[in-house]
């Protein structure tokens, strides 16, 4: 086994033809700092041309949490300094970061076990193999803090069957192991306890010869059903209805009517959580991401990565991120005070420079 650890933040090792990057950031739920992505960076560079390694794996030291996203406490504290080279080259390499392991060369895998979110959900999806356990709960929650969608969300989400993806990225709900099939964003089910078999597996198979194969042969005698119901398959007749209205303003009142024709408990629970995070999420965030997910529709995952740096910086400079940030991490008050209270109140002139970065 080679040790090729440079960080206390990521643990990484190459073993029989596996090269092992894990997250180890506890305290803040492996949140992504500039040192991680730069470590990462390093490693794939490293990897993808060396004879050593066959496979990538990106897990994490702990069973609970892959990658909470971007760190974006530490963010805060620049653009509280107006240190506006530091958030731009945050964003400029995490973005790369995600390109990267897009058309990384050798077959990656992602074991996208427990909360995995934001950054993390862009980290794991870019990744060949997204291997999701009975623990795994993933959400791009970005509408919640001012912010939208990125890491490539725009393109990967509208893979999603229907609306689907729309929901997640609006709402920012959090989705289990059979949705994250069900929506393709998941590609395997692993239980908790076969991946230890997994990983010995992957160590004893010939993957010098053929990785990919080794991979699925693998992946196709471990998988197992999830034994839980995806809501986003149940309610997906609802879902696209819903959001195929093409208007987002009359989008909520709509949503109104759908929770009174819901009878059953459990429905009625998870759809009200639903409505729960469209009331609270910033209504400037709602109207562009809904607006971005419109435009990129057809367009490559390579577009889609250029127009979230550019609208980044606007909803940076111009966005509800900051109050934000305060209300969900820094003072926890939960009571933001978005630039705008209703959807009504924007007009097109206040989205003019989103939309004009996409």
Same mark, same amino acid.
């Given at each position: 086994?080679?040790?090729?650890?440079?960080?206390?933040?990521?643990?990484?090792?190459?073993?029989?033809?596996?090269?092992?990057?894990?997250?180890?950031?506890?305290?803040?739920?492996?949140?992504?700092?500039?040192?991680?992505?730069?470590?990462?960076?390093?490693?794939?560079?490293?990897?993808?041309?060396?004879?050593?390694?066959?496979?990538?794996?990106?897990?994490?030291?702990?069973?609970?949490?892959?990658?909470?996203?971007?760190?974006?406490?530490?963010?805060?504290?620049?653009?509280?300094?107006?240190?506006?080279?530091?958030?731009?080259?945050?964003?400029?390499?995490?973005?790369?970061?995600?390109?990267?392991?897009?058309?990384?060369?050798?077959?990656?895998?992602?074991?996208?076990?427990?909360?995995?979110?934001?950054?993390?959900?862009?980290?794991?999806?870019?990744?060949?193999?997204?291997?999701?356990?009975?623990?795994?709960?993933?959400?791009?929650?970005?509408?919640?803090?001012?912010?939208?969608?990125?890491?490539?969300?725009?393109?990967?989400?509208?893979?999603?069957?229907?609306?689907?993806?729309?929901?997640?990225?609006?709402?920012?709900?959090?989705?289990?192991?059979?949705?994250?099939?069900?929506?393709?964003?998941?590609?395997?089910?692993?239980?908790?306890?076969?991946?230890?078999?997994?990983?010995?597996?992957?160590?004893?198979?010939?993957?010098?010869?053929?990785?990919?194969?080794?991979?699925?042969?693998?992946?196709?005698?471990?998988?197992?059903?999830?034994?839980?119901?995806?809501?986003?398959?149940?309610?997906?007749?609802?879902?696209?209805?819903?959001?195929?209205?093409?208007?987002?303003?009359? #989008?909520?009142?709509?949503?109104?009517? %759908?929770? /009174? *024709? +819901?009878? !059953?408990? @459990?429905?009625? &629970?998870?759809?009200?959580?639903?409505?729960?995070?469209?009331?609270?999420?910033?209504? #400037?965030?709602?109207?562009?991401?809904? %607006?971005? /997910? *419109? +435009?990129? !529709?057809? @367009?490559?995952? &390579?577009?889609?990565?250029?127009?979230?740096?550019?609208?980044?910086?606007?909803?940076?400079?111009?966005?509800?991120?900051?109050?934000?940030?305060?209300? +969900?991490?820094?003072?926890?008050?939960?009571?933001?005070?978005?630039?705008?209270?209703?959807?009504?109140?924007?007009?097109?002139?206040?989205?003019?420079?989103?939309?004009?970065?996409?």
């Amino acid at each position: 086994m080679i040790d090729m650890s440079k960080s206390d933040l990521i643990n990484a090792k190459i073993h029989q033809g596996i090269g092992y990057i894990s997250l180890n950031r506890p305290s803040a739920l492996n949140a992504l700092n500039r040192e991680m992505v730069d470590e990462l960076h390093n490693l794939l560079e490293s990897w993808a041309c060396s004879s050593e390694v066959d496979v990538v794996v990106l897990n994490s030291t702990s069973p609970t949490f892959f990658c909470s996203g971007g760190d974006i406490k530490d963010l805060y504290h620049h653009f509280q300094k107006q240190d506006w080279v530091k958030i731009q080259s945050f964003y400029t390499q995490e973005y790369a970061l995600n390109k990267k392991l897009s058309c990384f060369p050798k077959p990656t895998i992602a074991i996208g076990a427990g909360l995995v979110m934001g950054g993390g959900f862009g980290l794991a999806h870019h990744c060949d193999y997204r291997i999701v356990t009975e623990t795994s709960s993933w959400a791009m929650p970005e509408t919640a803090i001012g912010f939208f969608p990125d890491v490539g969300a725009a393109w990967f989400l509208n893979q999603c069957p229907g609306f689907t993806g729309w929901l997640m990225a609006l709402s920012g709900c959090r989705v289990n192991a059979e949705d994250l099939l069900y929506t393709g964003l998941g590609t395997h089910h692993l239980a908790s306890r076969s991946l230890d078999f997994f990983y010995e597996g992957l160590e004893k198979a010939p993957t010098n010869v053929d990785a990919q194969g080794c991979i699925d042969i693998l992946l196709e005698n471990l998988q197992a059903p999830t034994q839980l119901e995806s809501p986003l398959a149940h309610f997906r007749q609802e879902i696209d209805a819903f959001l195929a209205e093409g208007d987002l303003e009359i #989008l909520l009142s709509s949503f109104d009517m %759908l929770l /009174l *024709q +819901k009878l !059953k408990p @459990a429905e009625k &629970e998870w759809l009200q959580n639903i409505y729960d995070l469209f009331a609270y999420a910033s209504p #400037l965030s709602l109207k562009v991401t809904h %607006l971005y /997910l *419109q +435009k990129k !529709k057809s @367009a490559s995952l &390579e577009n889609v990565f250029d127009c979230d740096l550019k609208l980044a910086k606007v909803f940076l400079e111009q966005g509800d991120f900051i109050e934000g940030v305060r209300a +969900k991490l820094i003072d926890r008050d939960g009571q933001p005070n978005w630039k705008y209270s209703d959807l009504f109140d924007i007009n097109q002139a206040a989205i003019k420079p989103f939309v004009d970065s996409f």
